[in-house]
């Protein structure tokens, strides 16, 4: 026998946007952002969707590791070769900071 559960199913889980829409391929929800005054697609990637694969978040400039739930984003008006993958705590402070300069593979990281 196993033990009671004491909290309903979903309890404490965020709920996703009313305008955001799903989006089976990347496991997460869809929705726009207005963000430096253009209107931004933004993704949620679940950490599954993203194994075997790593980028480099422009917010922070370090990997997101293969495996780790992030955020995708681009600009409403430019192509898919714009989509820009973020740490999910980067994208929520991007109004906070600046952007970083992109360093080449081969340059000291500090």
Same mark, same amino acid.
């Given at each position: 026998?196993?033990p009671?559960?004491?909290?309903?199913?979903?309890?404490?889980? *965020?709920?996703?946007?009313?305008?955001?829409?799903? !989006?089976?391929?990347? /496991?997460g929800?869809? %929705?726009?952002?207005d963000?430096? @005054?253009?209107?931004?697609?933004?993704?949620?990637?679940?950490?599954?969707?993203a194994?075997?694969?790593?980028?480099?978040?422009?917010?922070?400039?370090?990997?997101?590791? *293969?495996?780790?739930?992030?955020?995708?984003?681009? !600009?409403?008006?430019s /192509?898919?070769?714009e %989509?820009?993958?973020?740490h999910t @705590?980067?994208?929520?402070?991007?109004?906070?900071?600046?952007?970083?300069?992109?360093?080449?593979?081969n340059?000291p990281?500090?």
């Amino acid at each position: 026998m196993s033990p009671r559960r004491n909290r309903p199913k979903g309890a404490g889980e *965020s709920r996703p946007d009313r305008d955001a829409e799903p !989006s089976g391929r990347y /496991g997460g929800f869809q %929705r726009s952002e207005d963000w430096r @005054g253009e209107e931004w697609q933004v993704r949620h990637v679940a950490g599954a969707s993203a194994a075997g694969k790593t980028y480099r978040c422009p917010g922070c400039d370090q990997e997101i590791p *293969s495996g780790l739930a992030h955020v995708v984003a681009w !600009s409403a008006y430019s /192509g898919v070769d714009e %989509r820009r993958h973020w740490h999910t @705590g980067c994208w929520r402070a991007k109004d906070r900071r600046r952007l970083t300069e992109r360093r080449s593979r081969n340059a000291p990281r500090y």
